[in-house]
């Protein structure tokens, strides 16, 4: 949907699979403030790419803020309160961010969302991120709110099982992902970033998830 100055407004919310909406342009009026808002914490506890439990190197940079980070090293995956690299606690996060999680989420029919943990995933052209499930939070009942910023990419949404099938969804600057309910266990990844040039991030796609970790 484009409008008479050529910005996407909002489109209708799309159910991806039981529990799971996305929410077409959700985020894109708030884009720039969002991506000021990273920087922001990125100066603060810098982009890192993760050792995994398996001893390989994630090609997604992440860093994370909020009362829990998200961490991986060869001892495993986990949550954590201090920034590895900075031995800081992790940023507070910023209300804009805050706020707009709490807002997706109860547009996808799960009010009272309050998130502790905003993971920040930074992809450069030909990265990706490999099937997983995300079942590292203590409390699965709550959902997770996904925003993508930057350049477009493909998010692969699969079910129960690894080796089922794949629904390829694009996903834009501002969609966000909510998810919860009977999906939230469901593998899920995204596909190899094509190269690009976004007018407001670069080269590269942001993906924030906001989680109740603890
Ligand atoms: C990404 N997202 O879009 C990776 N996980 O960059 C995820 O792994 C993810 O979008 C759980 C819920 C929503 C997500
Ligand atoms: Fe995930």
């Given amino acids: 949907m484009l409008d008479l100055f050529g910005d996407p407004s909002p489109g209708s919310p799309r159910l991806l699979a039981e529990g799971a909406w996305l929410l077409p342009g959700f985020a894109t009026g708030p884009g720039r403030a969002l991506l000021t808002a990273i920087g922001t914490v990125a100066g603060h506890t810098p982009f890192r790419q993760m050792e995994t439990p398996g001893g390989g190197r994630m090609s997604v940079a992440m860093t994370s803020c909020g009362h829990l980070g998200w961490l991986t090293d060869r001892s495993g995956y986990r ?3 201090v920034d590895p690299v900075t031995g800081q606690p992790w940023p507070t996060m910023p209300l804009i961010l805050a706020e707009l999680a709490a807002r997706a989420a109860g547009a996808a029919g799960y ?3 309050q ?12 990265t990706r991120m490999g099937l997983h499930q995300d079942r590292d939070e203590a409390d699965m009942a709550h959902p997770i709110v996904s ?6 990419a493909i998010f692969l ?3 129960r099982t690894r080796t089922g099938p794949v629904q390829r969804v694009p996903l834009h600057h501002g969609d966000i992902v909510v998810w919860g309910g009977p999906s939230r266990r469901f ?5 190899p970033v094509a190269a690009g040039e976004h007018p407001l991030a670069g080269p590269f796609r942001y993906n924030l998830t906001f989680r109740r970790a603890g």
Wanted: hydrophobic share 35%; with cysteine; proline share 12%.
């Fill in 115 to 126: 998130p502790d943990s905003c993971l920040i995933n930074r992809y450069a052209p030909g």
């Fill in 187 to 191: 593998y899920h990844g995204v596909a």
């Fill in 147 to 152: 925003v993508s910023l930057g350049l477009p």
């Fill in 157 to 159: 949404f699969g079910g």
């Fill in 111 to 113: 009010p009272g969302f």
């Fill in 79 to 81: 949550y954590g309160v």
